[in-house]
């Protein structure tokens, strides 16, 4: 057999391939709106999209997976065509923090997959806004970033919003310089939102010592207003060098090889338990000795990991904070509610933010 020979062979068995798998997902989908008819007829307003389900669903797809696709790619295809079979039954609506070309828009479509109709806001005050309204079923903000800490207005959205978190997205941070073609040394001014340009410090002191550095609202802004200005270039991820027509003048310029921002996703429903969960509240105690610590002992008491926790001024009075804590597990496990009704006991504030999956992919 020729080498053209055995081309075709393969060729048509990818082609046999390819029709098995387009009935396969037809099947799916009709599967899929199967089940919005049957919640359809039990509730006329029945909510489609369960964050506890797709983690499940996911979970399964890796474990089973075998290659040579790695599991983070086969994850991805399967969020696509579950993204694509609810928007059979009901296309969610997404506001997140733009304008288009921002990272936490690169987290919405990973959390919650392309057929969804976004809706790009100002602010994330906007993007709470939005939802409280029900004007979108879910927002995307970002939280915290792994080198840089806590994006504090979304914390602080927290302590008059009654939205749930009802899921997290982690999003690996690659920063690149964009902009049009020219050398390094023509640069004069770099755009880049604050968080940016405090990832990408150390490389901008070692390259661009002497450059004048802008803070902007948003990478995507940095992106448009490097391609409007002379002598300018931005701090963005690849997304805005697309949009924006620019070029990548250095690649992956972050000082953590590991950075990562976590992105929370918002809504008016909570999420049931799905096997491995997050929860999130916040908390006040008295200002005194001891206070904190007695207010934490029951998660330890209980096994209970606490995976996070973060001060804020509590905007009831000079010198009085909230705290932010993230722990594992669910608010019905058993031993996380045993925890928490002590913890609850004990607060001089307490609110339940939520109990989420895990972030999958």
Same mark, same amino acid.
């Given at each position: 057999m020729t080498e053209e020979e055995k081309l075709n062979e393969i060729r048509r068995c990818i082609d046999a391939i390819d029709e098995q798998l387009q009935k396969l997902l037809n099947r799916r989908a009709e599967a899929a709106m199967g089940v919005a008819q049957i919640k359809l007829a039990a509730d006329p307003n029945a909510v489609f999209y369960r964050p506890e389900r797709e983690a499940q669903v996911l979970r399964m797809v890796k474990t089973r997976n075998r290659g040579p696709l790695p599991d983070e790619e086969m994850g991805r295809l399967f969020r696509e065509i579950m993204s694509a079979c609810l928007a059979l039954e009901r296309p969610l609506k997404v506001a997140y923090l733009g304008p288009e070309g921002t990272f936490t828009q690169a987290a919405a479509l990973k959390y919650f997959g392309h057929s969804v109709r976004t809706q790009i806001l100002d602010s994330i005050s906007d993007v709470f806004q939005k939802v409280e309204s029900e004007k979108a079923d879910y927002g995307v903000v970002p939280v915290e970033n792994s080198s840089e800490g806590v994006i504090n207005h979304t914390l602080d959205m927290f302590? /008059? /919003?009654?939205? +749930? =978190?009802?899921?997290?997205?982690? *999003?690996? =941070?690659?920063?690149?310089l964009l902009g049009k073609a020219q050398p390094l040394g023509s640069i004069r001014t770099v755009f880049s939102h604050q968080q940016s340009l405090a +990832?990408?410090?150390?490389?901008? #002191?070692?390259?661009?010592?002497f450059v004048e550095r802008m803070v902007v609202g948003s990478n995507a802004e940095a992106a448009r207003l490097a391609a409007e200005t002379d002598g300018a270039a931005a701090i963005a991820g690849r997304t805005a060098a697309d949009i924006y027509d620019l070029k990548v003048l250095a690649a992956d310029i972050e000082d953590e090889p590991d950075n990562t921002t976590r992105f929370l996703v918002i809504g008016q429903h909570g999420a049931s338990p799905s096997g491995d969960d997050k929860t999130s509240i916040m908390v006040g105690t008295r200002n005194e000795a001891g206070a904190l610590y007695h207010l934490l002992r029951p998660l330890a008491e209980n096994g209970i990991n606490m995976t996070r926790?973060? /001060?804020?001024? /509590?905007?009831?009075?000079?010198? #009085?904070?909230?705290?932010?804590? #993230? *722990?594992?597990g669910h608010h019905e496990d058993p031993g996380v509610d045993k925890a928490l009704a002590e913890l609850r006991s004990l607060a001089v504030l307490y609110k339940e933010l939520g109990s989420y999956p895990r972030a999958v992919l």
């Open positions: 302590l /008059s /919003s009654p939205l +749930q =978190i009802c899921g997290e997205v982690s *999003l690996r =941070i690659h920063h690149n +990832q990408c410090r150390g490389w901008l #002191d070692r390259h661009l010592p926790i973060e /001060s804020r001024p /509590s905007r009831r009075g000079n010198w #009085d904070y909230v705290f932010f804590i #993230d *722990l594992l």
